[in-house]
């Protein structure tokens, strides 16, 4: 909190709040796109983002841009939006405003030290530290999000691009590469972004369920902020005792659904959908869809896992955000990075006020 505007650019998240004016674009007609996008360029400025970086963000407008230097139009392409566009604008900037205050407490959160640690049952401290030790999963001076799953289900790639990595990156985990291996992997975001968080890749295919348990005490996993579990298609017996070992302990859970952008091409090939690129209203309905049917599974099966979140989301969008870039499709991946932070906090017993 407290951080001005003119801050914006040099956040780690600053692609959250960026994707915000991406939407707002999308909902133009072609005929206002043109104004809107300078419109939202005077946005930026005024949030700090130099030439640059806006030519960057948006370099159909490089001229323009080199106008606003010379503080020349910074005003017209706003009046040249019609009413309604211009009430939508008022609207997108307080919006952008909510997102810079969140992104500044998940900045100070996730770029310091833990102020205090992963709260874990007395009974089971003792053996949870010394796996700890022996899987080097450190939630004194970290914050820790460990991913679990099944074998080619996004875990990898979703990793990467939570780290704003693509596949072929350096530093990237490895993407469809057989497992086999049961040891922790853990990877932290580049150029010093985020010095104080790990993502965890914790491998296990097959063997979480019938040992749910015992894996769990083995791994650790009680120490991590939040266990990420993601789900295929559909809810599998594996992913159903791994979260209810995990509940058992306390331990905060999420699920995820990744790989959503690849049910629109699936639906294109079928001939369901005509087009390539959905429109906002139609990914608003596949996630409602996506969403009633985890339900619904989780109703027959797992009543108990019921109050466990699950988020759905895009490998490739989340990369696009987190790097600040534009992208056709907008799951839920930006509420899905406040969530974790929030259960991070919850983990270690922190209240904001």
Aim: charged share 25%; proline share 3%.
């Amino acid at each position: 909190m407290g951080q001005s505007l003119g801050q914006l650019a040099t956040h780690p998240l600053t692609g959250l709040a960026l994707q915000i004016g991406y939407n707002w674009l999308t909902s133009l007609p072609s005929e206002e796109q043109c104004d809107g996008e300078r419109a939202y360029l005077n946005n930026l400025a005024m949030a700090g983002f130099n030439s640059t970086q806006m030519t960057a963000i948006m370099p159909n407008q490089k001229e323009y841009i080199q106008r606003m230097n010379e503080m020349e139009d910074q005003i017209a392409a706003e009046q040249m939006l019609t009413k309604k566009y211009q009430e939508s604008l008022k609207k997108t900037k307080r919006k952008l405003e909510e997102q810079i205050k969140k992104n500044a407490e998940m900045e100070q959160y996730l770029t310091t030290k833990p102020a205090k640690n992963v709260k874990i049952r007395n009974d089971i401290k003792i053996s949870a530290v010394e796996a700890a030790n022996r899987n080097g999963v450190d939630n004194k001076n970290y914050v820790n999000f460990a991913f679990v799953g099944h074998t080619k289900n996004g875990k990898s790639s979703i990793i990467n691009a939570i780290r704003g990595l693509g596949k072929n990156d350096d530093g990237a985990a490895a993407v469809d590469v057989l497992e086999c291996t049961q040891d922790i992997q853990y990877y932290t975001v580049p150029d010093g972004r985020m010095p104080n968080v790990r993502f965890y890749d914790v491998p296990g295919s097959g063997a979480m369920a019938h040992h749910a348990e015992s894996y769990y005490r083995d791994k650790a996993l009680c120490g991590f902020d939040c266990l990420i579990i993601l789900i295929q298609q559909t809810l599998c017996e594996e992913e159903i005792n791994f979260a209810l070992a995990a509940l058992e302990y306390n331990q905060k859970v999420v699920f995820l659904r990744s790989k959503c952008d690849i049910d629109f091409h699936l639906k294109n090939e079928s001939g369901t959908t005509l087009k390539l690129v959905p429109t906002p209203e139609e990914i608003q309905e596949h996630i409602s869809d996506l969403r009633h049917g985890f339900e619904k599974e989780l109703e027959r099966f797992a009543p108990e896992l019921s109050a466990i979140r699950c988020f759905f989301v895009s490998a490739k969008s989340m990369r696009a955000i987190i790097r600040g870039e534009k992208t056709d499709m907008v799951f839920e991946e930006a509420e899905f990075l406040e969530y974790l932070y929030q259960q991070s906090k919850k983990a270690r017993g922190i209240t904001t006020f």
